[in-house]
């Protein structure tokens, strides 16, 4: 039975014990608290120096077995599409949509014309660096590597460790999912490191449209809610003499992910040899699409009520916190050695440049602008997440329309950045189209934004 365990079941057991350690540090020290600090990043960085300092593994009965970066590796890739089941059974609260202004839609329409000019930015920025590093210094390396920079920060890291699998997968090309891994991961920091200190600049001179809230609560520094503030946070949707509610929303998202599995298999089988690899590189796709499909069919026969969103949401919520902790300890240095340079530099002036231009373009948003260009760029480096985090400092009460802006802006995202999504599996082959399309994105953003009237005089 021992045997059952290594290396997944250890690999699980390591990212818990790491996830309760971040938040035990994120409660205790104040550095963590001021910087707002997720648990799961503390844990993951953690878990990334006992990895790579050969702590990581389990006792066997063999003897100590470590646990290889792949393996974390390959839950990262799990957690982030299993997550997406979630999102595609996510229901749209009926009455927030109601409320949806003209103000509200033209901030998610700025953010999404904002995503595609940084995803795009971010992709020309890692390629010329590549390019670059591999020309001065003679290295033999894939320079397309840096295109994965801006999936890892615009996306997230499973995204680029997926696209990353399509290519080691379909074309050969070694070490990919990790160096997508990697670049996700310095995302988070990125997020964390830029954005903090900008949400404090802009408190301090006076740039949130709302002034009245300076102050953070406890619970949010420190991460965990105080003695009598626990709050109910889901509602059951089936009897607890039948059965469990978590375990019913578990069952259900589990089960869809099997028919992606399913689909995905098919595809890899009886697809052509170049675009098979899509089948298993794009699961997390199937498995949202899956949601989505099961989530219209119970509206349609109107059994919608059986899924709750506070419990759909705080699954997928979980698997987010896994994978954050998981996406660092996927991270082998040896991975990234013989890439490192040109890797930082990417990291570096990738992030440079989209704090300036997000700066750039918020200072000219007719309204909320601050707040806009902070939660993007917390999402733009790291997640969605990582946005909201960001937003709360200077907005804890949501009164400014960007969270939910957030939230609406993937309606938008999804048909105007398809082609570049398309083109992602297919940057090895010869003649890949990702560079003219990525210019044309960095040409074309902005002239919407003109258009539009999303540039004005600057505010702030």
């Not at 009926?94 to 595609?116: D, E, H, I, V």
């Amino acid at each position: 039975m021992s045997t059952t365990f290594y290396p997944y079941v250890g690999a699980f057991i390591w990212i818990s014990i790491l996830l309760v350690s971040g938040a035990f540090l994120r409660n205790n020290i104040a550095f963590f608290q001021k910087r707002l600090i997720p648990s799961s990043l503390i844990g993951g960085v953690l878990g990334f120096i006992l990895l790579n300092a050969g702590l990581i593994g389990m006792p066997t009965a063999e003897g100590w077995m470590p646990i290889p970066s792949k393996v974390f590796g390959a839950m990262v890739f799990h957690l982030f599409a299993f997550g997406f089941v979630g999102i595609g059974l996510l229901q749209q609260d009926k009455k927030q949509t109601a409320k949806k202004s003209k103000l509200m839609q033209n901030g998610a329409l700025w953010m999404a014309f904002m995503y595609c000019l940084i995803y795009s930015v971010q992709g020309v920025t890692g390629k010329s660096i590549f390019e670059f590093v591999k020309m001065i210094t003679g290295g033999e390396f894939f320079t397309g590597f840096g295109y994965l920079v801006g999936s890892g920060f615009s996306q997230s890291p499973g995204a680029a460790q997926a696209f990353g699998s399509i290519w080691e997968s379909t074309y050969g090309v070694q070490g990919a999912s990790s160096v997508g891994l990697a670049f996700g991961a310095m995302g988070f920091l990125c997020a964390i490191c830029l954005g903090i200190p900008l949400a404090n600049r802009g408190i301090k001179n006076g740039w949130v449209a709302d002034q009245s809230s300076k102050t953070l609560p406890t619970s949010l520094l420190k991460g965990m809610m105080g003695k009598g503030e626990a709050i109910e946070c889901t509602r059951t949707t089936t009897h607890p003499a039948n059965m469990d509610n978590l375990a019913f929303h578990l069952a259900i998202m589990a089960a869809l992910y099997g028919l992606g599995y399913v689909f995905a298999l098919t595809w890899s089988v009886y697809m052509p040899k170049g675009i098979n690899g899509l089948g298993f590189g794009l699961l997390y796709t199937w498995g949202m699409i899956a949601g989505l499909v099961t989530r219209k069919v119970l509206d349609k026969i109107d059994c919608l009520h059986v899924i709750d969103n506070a419990t759909t949401r705080g699954v997928t919520s979980s698997t987010i916190d896994y994978m954050i902790c998981a996406v660092f300890m996927g991270i082998s240095i040896s991975d990234i050695q013989a890439i490192l340079i040109p890797f930082l530099a990417t990291v570096v002036v990738a992030a440079i440049i989209t704090y300036i231009l997000i700066l750039w373009f918020a200072r000219r948003m007719p309204e909320y602008g601050f707040e806009r260009g902070l939660a993007i760029l917390g999402c733009y480096t790291g997640t969605v997440a990582s946005g909201i985090l960001l937003l709360r400092i200077i907005d804890p009460d949501f009164k400014s329309p960007a969270a939910v802006e957030l939230a609406v802006m993937n309606v938008f995202i999804l048909p105007l950045i398809q082609i570049v999504y398309l083109n992602l599996p297919f940057i090895p082959t010869e003649g890949s189209l990702m560079l003219p399309v990525f210019i044309a994105y960095i040409i074309l953003m902005p002239l919407a934004l003109f258009f539009f009237k999303f540039i004005g005089k600057r505010s702030w």
